[in-house]
């Protein structure tokens, strides 16, 4: 049974308070699903998630961004042996905040990749086109240039990543991909794995574009795509345990 990847971002959320009541609430709710399960905390609040999660193996512990350097003189940076400290086990590179805020470019996000992997973290690498390019026929071009400028640094170490298709244009917006226009996406990157490593379909490929506990079934279904990239809904007990629910019965259906 393939179990499906379904990974909150909190994005710059949460209070002390806030974060034990809503991460409480999960793990009692996870009790008995078919998933595997994470949340990307705020660095400020890594030292508070592990002492939470320590104890337990159903909810793993995910930072929202990483360094491209080891170490050295880049004030506010967090290094990837900083991040695996705290016993980090994912971590979110290339997502469009990053690109569009701060100027993040592929060249950037394929370093950050090779730190999370030297050290032993698997990075979320986040792909995705603007509405501009979709409506110019653009998606394939710009998702697969995106993806390939990883795959050229880290070569056959590309089976580590999980792969998350993020449409900028329905992050935030409550707009999504239908499931059909988010599966052709997910195949083209299947395929352009598929071509880089024998090991392809064994790459999470989760789908990040405001998915939400009504559209996450239907989502969720398409064949390639192995999870979700959530967003505001994680913020929300009921919202992220449905979606986890979700995903649990497709991996019991399967």
Same mark, same amino acid.
């Given at each position: 049974?393939?179990?499906?990847?379904?990974?909150?971002?909190?994005?710059?959320?949460?209070?002390?308070?806030?974060?034990?009541?809503?991460?409480?609430?999960?793990?009692?709710?996870?009790?008995?699903?078919?998933?595997?399960?994470?949340?990307?905390?705020?660095?400020?609040?890594?030292?508070?998630?592990?002492?939470?999660?320590?104890?337990?193996?159903?909810?793993?512990?995910?930072?929202?961004?990483?360094?491209?350097?080891?170490?050295?003189?880049?004030?506010?940076?967090?290094?990837?042996?900083?991040?695996?400290?705290?016993? @980090?086990?994912? $971590?979110?590179?290339?997502?469009? +905040? #990053? %690109?569009?805020?701060?100027? *993040?470019?592929?060249?950037?996000?394929? &370093?950050?990749?090779?730190?999370?992997?030297?050290?032993?973290?698997?990075? @979320?690498?986040? $792909?995705?086109?603007?509405?501009? +390019? #979709? %409506?110019?026929?653009?998606? *394939?071009?710009?998702?697969?240039?995106? &993806?390939?400028?990883?795959?050229?640094?880290?070569?056959?170490?590309?089976?580590?990543?999980?792969?998350?298709?993020?449409?900028?244009?329905?992050?935030?917006?409550?707009?999504?991909?239908?499931?059909?226009?988010?599966?052709?996406?997910?195949?083209?990157?299947?395929?352009?794995?598929?071509?880089?490593?024998?090991?392809?379909?064994?790459?999470?490929?989760?789908?990040?574009?405001?998915?939400?506990?009504?559209?996450?079934?239907?989502?969720?279904?398409?064949?390639?795509?192995?999870?979700?990239?959530?967003?505001?809904?994680?913020?929300?007990?009921?919202?992220?345990?449905?979606?986890?629910?979700?995903?649990?019965?497709?991996?019991?259906?399967?």
């Amino acid at each position: 049974m393939q179990k499906k990847l379904i990974v909150g971002n909190w994005k710059m959320n949460g209070s002390l308070a806030a974060n034990q009541a809503l991460v409480r609430g999960v793990l009692d709710g996870l009790k008995g699903l078919q998933v595997n399960a994470a949340v990307c905390a705020p660095n400020v609040y890594l030292p508070q998630m592990q002492a939470m999660l320590q104890d337990q193996r159903a909810l793993d512990l995910g930072a929202q961004d990483v360094s491209l350097h080891e170490q050295g003189a880049y004030t506010g940076e967090i290094s990837a042996d900083m991040l695996r400290e705290f016993g @980090i086990r994912y $971590v979110i590179v290339g997502h469009s +905040e #990053r %690109r569009q805020y701060h100027g *993040e470019q592929d060249p950037h996000v394929a &370093l950050k990749v090779q730190r999370a992997l030297h050290a032993g973290i698997t990075p @979320i690498v986040c $792909v995705g086109e603007t509405l501009a +390019e #979709r %409506r110019e026929g653009r998606t *394939e071009e710009v998702v697969k240039r995106q &993806l390939a400028a990883v795959i050229h640094v880290n070569g056959h170490c590309i089976s580590e990543v999980v792969l998350a298709y993020e449409p900028v244009w329905a992050i935030g917006t409550g707009l999504t991909a239908t499931p059909e226009e988010a599966q052709q996406v997910h195949s083209v990157l299947r395929k352009q794995l598929k071509a880089a490593t024998e090991q392809a379909q064994r790459i999470a490929i989760v789908y990040g574009g405001s998915m939400n506990a009504s559209n996450a079934l239907t989502l969720l279904k398409q064949p390639d795509i192995d999870g979700g990239l959530i967003g505001g809904a994680a913020l929300k007990v009921s919202d992220f345990l449905a979606i986890m629910a979700a995903a649990s019965q497709c991996a019991t259906a399967s």
